[in-house]
């Protein structure tokens, strides 16, 4: 079993060309590789995912305990050769500036893994040197195992960065710089993989890390002992009869936790995907979870889709039980404007949205009202938004009509995972 964290020294250095193109080349010898990412992020992990051909998942600190990340580590490891763990921000960056809580190096240590740091080695020679020496020696219960150069001028300028790096942690190999080998950003990060335009850049990021990187000295730098798989990370199926619960699923909403989605089937669910941009709604749903995404950006084809905001609303009239996150609560507004124009949404919630707004980045801490994730459960989840409520200055209110519940907070239902049982009780008990 071999774990390779893949941390930075800080934010955009490369952190996801990198763990993409390595899963590429790792893939391309016939390993098995099981892709995560330390934090919140739901972007990564869909291009890791792309890349694997196996759904990642997210590691986070904060969020979940440290034995919770222990046994999702292990349950997903339990059929792979290789762990591509990508880290957050930079190396220690976490949710508090003194201590390592919720950082790659926290998840690092977790997991008895030694760290690949990934480096900007653009304009730098033996300065790499001295970046490299503070990092590996910050903690000195972390290991440094190698370096990963990336936006490196040619190959003579990585032979210079090796030799600055002699007698420390080694170059294990470098990247280019190449426009072609970036993915391109937007608001709240990285654009999303879609099978026509990222297909390509994956293939390139994989020939450029087999061209470049010590395959086989980096899988020796990794290995170790594989852990053995958890037997209590998912609940005891449930004995009721199931359930049918809708997923919005599509260009406009694609963030969701994979492990948020286990446990509504280990409870019993069995979720129906739709699109709300394309799709009729489906019937016989018990409940509706509409996760977050990129409503602004398909705003005119989701009010175009006259129907299914009918019947959404229709559902939501009836007291059936309907959650909705970040974008999802978007959808469910009267409205959304963006730049000034008004599109008609569902008109569930009392409020209207607009884009752009206020960035908010932040981890949060609830307690569930009561609805369709029943009352007074304790949970964690983070929010990132730069949309806002019409005529609110407070980002934390959530909002509800009937039995609808929405508010910008994305929760991870496996840092209490009795709410994904009560919003399977709940849809049961509407159905």
Not at 72 to 87: C, N, Q
Not at 228 to 251: F, K, N, Q
Not at 356 to 371: D, H, Q
Not at 403 to 422: K, T, Y
Request: with cysteine; hydrophobic share 45%; proline share 6%.
């Amino acid at each position: 079993m071999h774990i390779i964290v893949v941390a930075g020294t800080h934010s955009g250095v490369g952190k996801t060309s990198v763990a993409v193109g390595l899963i590429g080349a790792l893939r391309r010898r016939g390993l098995v590789v099981q892709p995560f990412k330390v934090g919140p992020d739901f972007i990564d992990p869909a291009h890791h995912a792309r890349a694997a051909g196996r759904r990642a998942h997210n590691l986070d600190g904060w969020m979940l305990t440290r034995t919770a990340n222990i046994e999702l580590f292990e349950r997903h490891t339990e059929d792979a050769d290789v762990a591509v763990v990508e880290g957050m921000m930079g190396l220690f960056d976490g949710r508090d500036p003194q201590a390592e809580t919720g950082s790659a190096a926290e998840m690092a240590k977790w997991l008895g893994a030694p760290v690949v740091l990934v480096i900007d080695a653009s304009a730098m020679a033996r300065s790499a040197a001295a970046l490299v020496h503070g990092y590996a020696s910050f903690d000195s219960d972390l290991h440094v195992a190698g370096v990963i150069a990336n936006r490196v001028g040619s190959a003579g300028h990585a032979d210079l960065i090796a030799a600055a790096l002699d007698g420390g942690a080694p170059l294990l190999g470098w990247l280019a710089t190449d426009a072609a080998l970036t993915v391109p950003e937007r608001h709240l990060g990285l654009h999303l993989p879609r099978a026509d335009d990222v297909g390509a850049q994956r293939e390139a990021l994989a020939d450029s890390v087999e061209r470049s990187v010590d395959i086989d000295a980096l899988l020796e730098a990794t290995a170790g002992p594989r852990r053995p798989g958890p037997v209590t990370l998912v609940p005891r199926a449930s004995s009721e009869p199931p359930v049918r619960i809708g997923i919005a699923r599509d260009e406009a909403f694609t963030f969701y936790y994979e492990d948020n989605l286990a446990l509504l089937e280990a409870a019993g669910a069995v979720l129906v995907e739709f699109s709300p941009l394309a799709d009729e709604f489906p019937a016989e749903l018990g409940a509706l979870y509409i996760g977050g995404g990129y409503p602004e950006l398909f705003a005119a084809a989701l009010e175009a889709n006259v129907a299914t905001r009918a019947a959404i609303r229709d559902f939501a009239a009836a007291g059936l039980p309907v959650y909705a996150e970040c974008g999802g609560m978007m959808y469910l507004a009267q409205a959304l404007h963006i730049d000034g124009r008004r599109h008609e949404m569902c008109g569930v919630l009392p409020i209207e949205t607009e884009f752009p707004g206020p960035l908010e980045i932040s981890y949060r801490e609830v307690m569930t009202p009561g609805g369709p994730l029943g009352d007074g459960l304790r949970a964690r989840g983070h929010w990132f938004h730069n949309a806002r409520v019409r005529g609110e200055k407070d980002a934390s209110a959530d909002y509800r009509a009937s039995n609808a519940h929405g508010s910008w907070i994305h929760l991870h239902f496996r840092s209490n995972p009795a709410i994904a049982e009560a919003f399977v009780g709940t849809a049961r008990a509407s159905a």
